[in-house]
């Protein structure tokens, strides 16, 4: 394609084209409309002066007869102005007159468009309106006026419209044209940042050009999503290479015990025992894969008809029951904090798991020290449900907050512990699901995570509920 | 207990055919869906194992179909790994359990004896259990042993309940976070077994012959020791 081609193609030309057509219609109708107008202002005002004339003339004809009709006639016809008169006798001869008699006489007593001949002026056709009166004696007196005056107006006012439709159009295509070209320019860099990106340059991003107009906007928002797409590509490549590394370990210790079973004496007993931890071990893998896929579940975002309403309150001070003895018997506590009638809509379940994860982390890795107190609470702070698991344990560094949450990541310090490494990337991706956040922050001392979610519409009153479960 | 399995999968069908005939029980076995279809509205069994995906007709389908023929045999629903695991759907379509894959068979015999046991128990819920000198009134919530009121909290109860209801059953973890905790997912480590122990504290504190037991590998089971 040309890039004139192109050019024309584009929607914004399209659209000028189309603008442009609508608009010199309108602007011919607005003018045709002026110029109608303006000839029925000046008919009547010519129909006016006629009957004033017929009016005069009337008087002179009822007065003097034809005589001073003629009489009349003559000084009007030699006064200057557009008037005009011919009065002939039945045989065609003319009596008195300013204009030849017309080849065409106008019939009946209205006044006529048409055209005459001034007099020593043959075969030069002038515009008129003229009326026609019979008199007794078939003298026939024509009364008219000269609208030559008005044709010119109205051939200025059709050139006008002329003018301005033919700059319009001109204006309007250049203009068009224009747009459509810095448009065009616009998209084509566009475009060529997406091939470039398609090429596989994910760090490439769409030019701004600081407008602010609805191009800006559609660039930033695909900047958005293709800074979304980089991160959703970096997790992915960093979970295949950690998925490889995490189950390499130990699905080796699986073979490893397998083919020490099979090597070793064959005491029935060994071999059981032998089995039993095979068996172990890959229940492990087998909760490493459903974490994994729930995370991507969640990640997918659920399908909406598992999205229902319920009392996240309801889900924090459940989970926290369960999870009381397992802190009793660590010599840890767990203080509940909730209150009532948290809405929220998403997937009970996942939410449930989430905060699991968060409680079984804050007992594993938080209630180590000397101050075990854990709380959990769960609120309402402006249009968001906030749940808290905070511990007063060794905490996070700061630096190390972000990366926390990626998949199969574990901190030094708690590899010696077990684990998968994808209980807060779990706890994160169901607040991402339910459009909400994970926050990991420093409780001082200790660490405080935050699940926040969008809450539903209050329903019940914030009733604070306290309880030491 | 007959127990009629339909899978197309022939290494886990004969696996789990084995499994079910070496406890006793009589197993068969339908590779497709029609085939599972016409047996099970035939044949009188008393579980129906039923993959969700099969070949000729789906899981679901099936089960549904048999339901609207007034065919109430309890059915299992299994479900592929990696399949998003659509409990509610399969509840919808009349299953009467559901089981993700992979699953410990320890897990899946446990549940379709306690499918099994509704089936033939009385059609009405008993309003009292008793397992040896341990009475549970479910109409007022109280707990007795040897006579001597128990004071159990609310959860505790009802972990109670469900054991005794299925008392000489074994009854697995996750079984229990679904009926006691209304949650699907993994329990995590240990969180059912301290529960478990602080029941144990309570009903079972200085017997010779608990009643509350562990099975190693599976879960737990209250029954008279005694007997």
Known sequence: ?469 | MRILIIEDDSEASEYLVKAFREQGHVAEHAADGLAGYGRASEGDYDVLIVDRMLPKMDGLSLISGLREQGVETPALILSALGQVDDRVKGLRAGGDDYLPKPYAFSELMARVEALARRRVGPKGEETQYRVGDLELDRLSHKVTVGGQEVALQPREFRLLEYLMKHAGQVVTRTMLLENVWDYHFDPQTNVIDVHISRLRSKIDKGRENPLLHTIRGAGYMIRDGAR
């Open chain 1, 1 to 469: 394609m040309t890039a004139l081609g192109k050019l024309f193609r584009t929607t914004a030309f399209k659209l000028s084209i189309a603008y442009l057509v609508l608009f010199s219609i309108g602007a011919g109708l607005v003018l045709a409309r002026v110029g109608a107008r303006v000839k029925e202002v000046l008919d009547e005002q010519i129909e006016q002066t006629v009957d004033a004339e017929i009016r005069a003339l009337s008087e002179q004809y009822a007065q003097g007869g034809l005589r001073q009709l003629a009489n009349a006639l003559e000084r009007r016809v030699r006064a200057p102005g557009g008037s005009l008169y011919l009065l002939s006798s039945h045989s065609g001869d003319v009596i008195v007159g300013n204009i030849e008699a017309p080849a065409f006489a106008p019939g009946g007593t209205e006044l006529v468009e048409t055209t005459y001949e001034r007099r020593g002026e043959p075969g030069i056709k002038h515009p008129a309106l003229l009326r026609l009166f019979l008199l007794p004696g078939s003298f026939r007196l024509l009364i008219g006026h000269d609208i030559e005056d008005h044709e010119v107006l109205r051939g200025i006012l059709r050139s006008a419209l002329g003018v301005s439709l033919f700059w319009l159009v001109l204006v309007g295509a250049f203009g068009g044209l224009f747009v459509a070209h810095r448009m065009l320019e616009r998209v084509d860099v566009m475009s060529a940042s997406a091939r470039r990106i398609m090429a596989g340059d994910m760090h490439e991003r769409l030019a701004i050009s600081g407008a602010g107009d609805e191009l800006d906007r559609l660039a930033e928002n695909f900047n958005a999503m293709l800074a979304r797409i980089s991160e959703l590509m970096a997790g992915l490549r960093e979970v295949s290479d950690n998925i490889a590394h995490d189950l390499k370990t130990p699905l080796t210790r699986l073979r490893n015990r397998a083919e020490a079973a099979l090597r070793a004496s064959s005491d029935d007993r060994e071999h059981r025992a032998a089995l039993a931890a095979v068996i172990e071990e890959s229940d492990s893998l087998i909760g490493v894969f459903n974490a994994l896929l729930m995370i991507a579940r969640a990640e997918a975002g659920y399908s909406s008809d598992h999205m229902a309403e319920f009392d996240a309150d309801a889900v924090v001070r459940d989970i926290a029951e369960m999870y009381e003895p397992v802190a009793e018997e660590q010599g840890a506590s767990l203080d509940v904090a909730t209150q009532d009638g948290l809405k929220v809509t998403g997937s009970r379940e996942l939410l449930g798991q989430a905060l699991v994860n968060l409680v079984d982390n804050a007992l594993k890795y938080g209630a180590t020290g000397g101050d075990r107190r854990i709380a959990v609470e769960a609120r309402r702070v402006g249009d968001r449900v906030e749940i808290v698991v905070s511990d007063r344990g060794p905490g996070i560094p700061a630096s190390d907050r972000e990366r926390v949450v990626g998949r199969f990541v574990r901190l030094e310090n708690s590899r010696s512990r077990p684990g998968s490494g994808l209980g807060l990337s779990l706890a994160a991706a169901v607040a991402r699901m339910h459009h909400g956040a994970l926050r990991i922050e420093d409780n001082a001392p200790g660490l405080r995570v935050v699940l926040s979610l969008p809450a539903m519409r209050m329903t019940a009153g914030p009733t604070a509920r306290m309880e030491r479960a």
